[in-house]
């Protein structure tokens, strides 16, 4: 089969002839037909995978093509998706609760197992999440990590239904994010640097933009009445702490992307109205399944560009220099 790999840590991505894998007990072959391209992907050239060399991707969408031994709730043929999550261990104390992307044995598709950057992927069977026949593959890849962590995010964020819900950026998660919080019915903010970016937030189903470049954030979220959460996409610190003034009591600023520098809250600003900040990982293989059919059913879609296997370097590079719209898929024929 056809790969792209990391071979060593620091090293660029090459391409490699490869033996499809062996199927293990509990785990399932399924043939890529379309992968995302994440910024996370730069974590095994940064030395993170488990083992080199390695196949990066973590938002795979395609088929199962066999099912290992003792894996009776997959077909082959039948539409999937591999997303961060790489399978749970079922002993640790969150996987007893339930709480499987806390799981301490740490899967992850593409660092501590190969990816989806191939023409075949081997997964364990519970990492997997149905396709539904609504979504293409190369729109269902990147709802495989950047549509779970802003819908799980949003869902698991304790708003309700016309409650202020602002999403800070409008990038590669972020117009994922203003789509999801406009169709569970949120009223939406959308915060973004300039205000030539109104109309795009609009179309995606904002009620309300805010220019953090002219607009006080904090004052302009709290005309609004406060919002009950900020789902901050953006990895800038600055920007997220800018909101925290603008939340409502008992508020939350919900952190998905991840800054170099620390956050800098004063106690004090957040310990008066009872607000909080949390961090959200992205979500089980049952959310991601949550995520693709909420978006089938609602219209929820990446805006994508595409890059077949063979020119992935350039999709990873179009990815890194932040000028793509707004996700990188790579397609396999």
Not at 9 to 35: F, I
Not at 56 to 75: R, Y
Not at 289 to 308: K, M, N, Q, S, W
């Amino acid at each position: 089969m056809r790969a792209i790999q990391i071979p060593a840590a620091g090293e660029s991505l090459e391409a490699v002839d490869r033996d499809v894998p062996e199927v293990p007990r509990g785990h399932v072959l399924v043939r890529v037909a379309a992968c995302g391209v994440c910024h996370s992907d730069t974590m095994p050239g940064a030395g993170m995978a488990s083992s080199y060399p390695r196949v990066p991707g973590h938002e795979v969408a395609g088929t199962v093509e066999t099912v290992g031994e003792g894996v009776e709730q997959w077909k082959p043929g039948q539409r999937v998706g591999v997303g961060w999550f790489g399978g749970a261990c079922f002993v640790c104390d969150a996987c007893r609760d339930g709480d499987f992307i806390s799981c301490r044995v740490g899967k992850v598709t593409g660092l501590t197992s190969d990816g989806g950057y191939a023409e075949y992927v081997v997964a364990p069977a519970d990492a997997l999440a149905a396709v539904p026949d609504g979504l293409s593959d190369a729109e269902a890849a990147p709802l495989m990590c950047a549509g779970v962590t802003t819908f799980n995010g949003l869902r698991e964020s304790g708003a309700r239904p016309g409650d202020v819900v602002a999403v800070l950026g409008l990038g590669g998660l972020g117009h994922l994010g203003v789509q999801f919080a406009a169709r569970m019915g949120f009223e939406t903010v959308a915060i973004a640097r300039g205000a030539e970016k109104e109309k795009f937030a609009r179309e995606l189903g904002a009620h309300h933009y805010i220019d953090s470049t002219a607009d006080d954030v904090a004052g302009s979220l709290a005309a609004l009445g406060g919002a009950t959460v900020v789902l901050a996409t953006v990895t800038d610190a600055e920007a997220m702490t800018a909101t925290i003034g603008g939340l409502a009591p008992r508020g939350k600023l919900v952190v998905l992307g991840v800054p170099h520098e620390p956050l800098a809250v004063h106690a004090g600003a957040i310990v008066g109205g009872s607000q909080s900040v949390a961090g959200h990982a992205s979500g089980s293989a049952k959310d991601s399944e949550d995520t693709l059919r909420f978006a089938a059913l609602t219209g929820v879609r990446p805006l994508i560009e595409t890059y077949p296997l063979e020119k992935a370097a350039d999709g990873f590079d179009r990815m890194m220099s932040g000028k793509a719209r707004f996700r990188v898929v790579l397609t396999v024929d």
